[in-house]
């Protein structure tokens, strides 16, 4: 099975996790894609849909959905999110679409937050993939020296700007043994916005597809 399979398994299993009137809170990438691809298929259990995403938003009307603010919508039930990342205590690197800081808020919103990644995401130790930072662009050099401080190595992502107007600073090389003090330290630097570690708030429950089926995981 390809990435590409695994990755529409586990959104076909997150499918099963939407009850009758659920606010459903829908993420960014290439999983969450598939994910959209099948939610008119039980349009009739979705109560109101909240997007993570300029991008999840357009294909979301394209399949006639009606996308509601955050604000309209209070609190979510579940949210569905793919990730770049996952360690066994359902902790995130996310961001690898640069949608990180809506899609944070999204998690935190909602009752439930179920992952949904294929194999290859699931790793020891967060920090093989580059972290994703999003960064006030009049702060980005200072940001990136605090992090060259951090013994990380800070690329900005070429000429790219979030939904909100901001850059993403992609830092490679950072060990991540505890993401939760990480998480905290790097959003106490001045001009971060958001950082792509979900460690507060993270899953819970992950969709784990692999060769032989979708392997359910909780914090
Ligand atoms: C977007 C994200 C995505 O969830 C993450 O990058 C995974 O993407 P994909 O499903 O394409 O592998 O955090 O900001």
């Known amino acids: 099975m390809d990435a590409s399979e695994k990755k529409r398994s586990a959104a076909q299993a997150a499918i099963e996790f939407i009850e009758p009137g659920t606010v459903l809170g829908v993420g960014t990438g290439s999983t969450v894609n598939f994910l959209i691809e099948m939610l008119p298929d039980v349009r009739d259990r979705i109560d ?11 294909l979301l009307r394209e399949r006639g959905f009606e996308v509601r603010t955050l604000n309209e919508t209070g609190e979510i039930d579940l949210y569905i999110d793919g990730a770049d990342e996952s360690n066994k205590h359902l902790q995130l690197i996310k961001g690898g679409g640069g949608a990180l800081t ?21 790793v ?49 090389d950072l060990q991540i043994p505890n993401p939760l003090e990480m998480e ?3 959003n106490r630097i001045p001009g ?20 032989t089926g979708v392997r359910e995981m909780r914090a």
């Open 184 to 186: 905290a330290r790097i």
């Open 48 to 58: 109101s849909v909240v997007s993570s995403s300029k991008a999840s938003t357009a």
């Open 124 to 172: 020891g130790m967060l920090g093989s993939f580059p972290l994703p930072i999003e960064v006030l662009p009049m702060a980005q050099e200072m940001v990136a020296r605090r992090l060259l401080k951090m013994r990380g190595q800070p690329i900005w992502r070429d000429s790219f700007i979030t939904d909100n107007g901001n850059h993403i600073l992609d830092v490679h």
């Open 192 to 211: 971060v916005v958001t950082v792509g570690i979900f460690a507060d708030r993270p899953a819970d429950i992950l969709l784990v597809a692999s060769d």
């Open 102 to 122: 809506r899609e944070k808020v999204l998690a935190a919103a909602a009752r439930r937050f179920i992952c949904i990644v294929d194999d290859s995401k699931l």
